[in-house]
């Protein structure tokens, strides 16, 4: 498992099915955070596994993954983390490097600003994690990342937990060398990719960058 790539479907609404179907690998390590099973059966997948308290699955479902080879990992009702947070500390525990999560984002505010929140886990920073939702893909920067795309792309710069301090910035159109990103302010939104790829570095704080695809 320590080589895979885990790919994790959460509960909240899938943007677009064909857009996700198409980002898998065969080797891809499928892990359904509760309800997430809905959407891997619709893709024609059969999560290698489901992780929650099962709350959001049907009983014929819970039967027919029963039947099955997947993993089941019951959590009680209730319990002090969400799904999507269980399946990300699952994944790492695992050996997963790189994580994809698909249906983190939707109508519940407050679980789509919980779902974002939870790449700021010191638990989960020996992994990449990136959160997809259509042509959107949303990451935490902690010290230096690449960002890759078209040119034309959207790139928005968060800052949090507070001020990001040290930012510098290559291959945007509007650059930053060695600059700030204070917490709550707009400034780091709506930048544009330049060329195929860029880099971010961050000297202190955390970013979160949302890649927008044209």
Known sequence: ???RRAVIFANAELADPALARAALRPDDWLIAADGGTRHCRALGLVPDVVIGD????????????????????????RKDRTDLELALRFAVEGGAKDILVFGALG???????ANLLLLTLPELSSARVRLLDGKQQIYLIRRKSTIEGQP????????MRGDARGVTTHGLEYPLDD???????TLGVSNVLLGESATVEVGEGLVMCVVIGR
């Open 179 to 185: 600059g700030t990103l204070p917490f709550g302010t």
């Open 152 to 159: 034309g792309d959207t790139v928005s710069l968060i800052p």
């Open 1 to 3: 498992m320590s080589e």
């Open 54 to 77: 099962f709350d959001s699955l049907a009983a014929g479902e819970l039967a027919a993954l029963q039947n099955g080879e997947t993993q089941l990992i019951l959590y009680p009702v």
């Open 107 to 113: 109508v519940r505010w407050d679980q789509t600003l």
